[in-house]
């Protein structure tokens, strides 16, 4: 007993250094972005989206780094899945959200591309050292094309809801953000690391598979970043924040975290997740492309049927399991 309630306070303590450090860091790389004069589109699609997927390559990283490739994998697959089924569909039960249609021509096409690339290199069951270096090329590429774009629909009004912590608003010095920046990075990793800790020995504790914990437990904790981020998005009616960092945070998932955890350990897949975690997968981003593309919009009705479909993903999901 006294081993469960340590693994549970770590996984807990963990939880909450990731997801307060990724707030900062989100602040951070706003402040930056600004200061260098990036354009509002490009910081909401982006750099929101870097900083809101921070705990997944936070834990992502920890996990290959400790061995556990599963819990990395699981977390990405599993927060892809959260982000559409789940945030999206909470966003717009609660306000429907109208999309950018910068984001939808853009975006959206290269989150399913990335989405379709990871079943493909998956097909033989391992995602390699040199399949990182792909995900890894096609992540720059994405930044070139959305910098680009960006700037070409620069969609001045959509920082307009965003709101600075008094502490960083009153920083004027470039050194002094970037220090802010840096410490909050190694508290998402230091919250991983806690994780990582807890989660594992949590599952070695309850005969429960690391692939479970990542793809339920670590996916919907390391999601809440980006649902903080997209319900105030939504409430302040900023589409390129509220829809575009949900976009982005799936590119960057996919192309970042696991081009960085394939570099530093091969992953070896499971047969069954190519019939069912990725095809689920494949199937909610598709969900996403026909919702936004209908009058670039996502109601309340939809919303629910997103909510429910992640609900029902669940359920098929701990029943196999």
């Keep these: 007993?006294?081993?469960?309630?340590?693994?549970?306070?770590?996984?807990i303590i963990g939880l909450f250094v990731l997801i307060y450090s990724s707030g900062w860091l989100i602040q951070g790389c706003v402040r930056l972005s600004l200061i260098f004069k990036l354009t509002p589109l490009f910081?909401?699609?982006?750099?929101?989206?870097?900083?809101?997927?921070?705990?997944?390559?936070?834990?992502?990283?920890?996990?290959?780094?400790?061995?556990?490739?599963?819990?990395?994998?699981?977390?990405?697959?599993?927060?892809?899945?959260?982000?559409?089924g789940l945030i999206l569909g909470i966003c717009a039960i609660l306000f429907p959200l109208k999309v950018n249609k910068a984001v939808f021509r853009r975006e959206l096409p290269i989150m399913m591309a990335a989405t379709l690339l990871l079943y493909i290199l998956s097909l033989d069951l391992v995602l390699s050292r040199i399949d990182g270096v792909i995900f890894i090329v096609c992540f720059l590429i994405f930044c070139f094309i959305s910098y680009l774009g960006a700037k070409k629909d620069p969609a001045?009004?959509?920082?307009?809801?965003?709101?600075?912590?008094?502490?960083?608003?009153?920083?004027?010095?470039?050194?002094?953000?970037?220090?802010?920046?840096?410490?909050?990075?190694?508290?998402?990793?230091?919250?991983?690391?806690?994780?990582?800790?807890?989660?594992?020995?949590?599952?070695?504790?309850?005969?429960v598979s690391p692939?479970?914990?990542?793809?339920?437990?670590?996916?919907?904790?390391?999601?809440?970043?980006?649902?903080?981020?997209?319900?105030?998005?939504?409430?302040?009616?900023?589409?390129?924040?509220?829809?575009?960092n949900i976009v982005g945070s799936n590119i960057f998932n996919i192309l970042f975290v696991l081009g960085i955890v394939s570099l530093i350990r091969p992953i070896t897949l499971d047969p069954g997740v190519l019939k069912f975690e990725l095809p689920v997968l494949l199937l909610f981003s598709g969900v996403l492309f026909a919702v936004m593309r209908t009058n670039y919009k996502i109601t309340r009705a939809e919303g629910i049927f997103m909510f429910c479909s992640y609900a029902v993903f669940l359920v098929l999901l701990l029943t196999q399991g």
Excluded at 175 to 183: P, S
Excluded at 213 to 237: C, D, H, N, R, Y
């Design 211 to 244: 692939w479970i914990i990542g793809i339920t437990v670590f996916a919907i904790g390391t999601s809440l970043p980006e649902l903080a981020a997209s319900v105030t998005a939504a409430i302040k009616k900023v589409p390129s924040i509220s829809v575009g």
């Design 1 to 11: 007993m006294p081993q469960i309630l340590t693994s549970s306070i770590l996984l």
């Design 43 to 84: 910081i909401g699609v982006v750099i929101i989206a870097f900083g809101t997927s921070a705990p997944e390559a936070g834990v992502g990283i920890i996990a290959a780094i400790k061995g556990e490739k599963l819990i990395a994998l699981g977390t990405v697959i599993g927060s892809n899945i959260a982000n559409i």
């Design 156 to 207: 001045s009004d959509e920082l307009s809801g965003f709101k600075f912590k008094p502490a960083v608003a009153r920083i004027n010095s470039r050194f002094m953000i970037f220090g802010v920046t840096i410490t909050a990075l190694l508290g998402v990793l230091l919250g991983a690391d806690l994780m990582i800790r807890g989660g594992a020995s949590l599952a070695s504790l309850f005969g």
